[in-house]
């Protein structure tokens, strides 16, 4: 079995993965929402110290597996480093006191193997759209090796508008989920929200104008009543979409996917599901999506790739693992 820890951002979360089947033996995740709603964000060293705490809470669980460990896999990249470090110095210990090996995950692959928790084959090539709280991006991913960057945001992600125009409604974190919710009660066409890049041929994402859109409503009602808050999150979040699909509209035209997924926190939002499962019926693509429980930061993700990595033996040592806060 393979044990996998992922502490890049404000979820502390242990797997276990056994090797023969793909099967997810043990899976827990801590989440500390509730500590950094008073924020409206992420506090990187608050998160941190939480981290400290929950993962060798978590740890004590799989203790029973110790003996049937094979290797130990750890996310080192992208994500917040002083929260990183958490889980790299618990599979460093990990790995030298069990004398087993090490794998290094990026988190954003993982995210591509959340499609496959459970599964014993992968399915690729696969066209990918991620969206999270940190990342807006479109891949072609052809195989384990080889992922092709095709689209990226220019400023903001999908997620972190959702959060931030929750903050400024005063709605509380996350975002997501909570903008989602009100936008079910609203009017899209309530504010004339304009569609990002909408007359621009460039194949990217932008998020910050439409944020500062939504901040200049917001101002102009300095104590919104209820539904008032709901037409701007409808309008918001229609809006959000709309400049994913266009987007993805122009990249279909080029490429040709027979399988398309959508992954990453953000990819629970089920109106985007909604959208692009029509845009991928119109495209003759099979939509893939990975279960709601998988599609926020787990580790369950991450042991599902170190499960291919062990297999092509892709071991780091002690001293070579690095936590790295950049992209994919």
Known sequence: MILSIESS????????????????????????????????????????????????????????????????????????????????????????????????????????????????????????????????????????????LIATTLDDSFGESFDKVAKMLQLGYPGGPIVEKYAKKGDAKAFGFTVPLS?????AFSYSGLKNQVRLATLEHENPSEQIICDICASFQEKAVTHLVQKLKKIFKTQK?????????????????AQIEALCEQNSAQLLVAPLEFCSDNAAMIGRYALEAYKQKLFVGIDDIRVNPKLL
């Open 9 to 148: 951002c404000d979820d502390s979360s242990i797997a276990i993965t056994r090797i023969e089947d793909a099967k997810l033996v043990f899976h827990r995740k801590i989440s500390q929402e509730l500590e950094h709603s008073n924020y409206g964000g992420v506090v990187p060293e608050l998160a941190a110290r939480l981290h400290a705490k929950a993962l060798p809470d978590i740890l004590e669980d799989v203790k029973p597996y110790f003996p049937k460990l094979k290797a130990i896999a750890v996310t080192n990249e992208p994500g917040l480093s002083v929260t990183l470090v958490e889980g790299v110095s618990m599979a460093k210990a990990l790995s030298i006191s069990l004398n087993l090996p090490l794998i290094a995950v990026n988190h954003l692959k993982g995210h591509i193997y959340s499609l496959f928790i459970d599964k014993q084959e992968e399915t690729f090539p696969l066209g990918v759209l991620l969206v999270s709280g940190g990342h807006t991006q479109v891949l072609h991913v052809k195989s384990f090796h080889e992922i092709n």
């Open 199 to 203: 007359n621009s041929g460039q194949i």
């Open 257 to 273: 996917f027979k399988n398309f997924a959508i992954v990453g926190g953000a990819s629970a939002n089920q109106y985007l599901r």
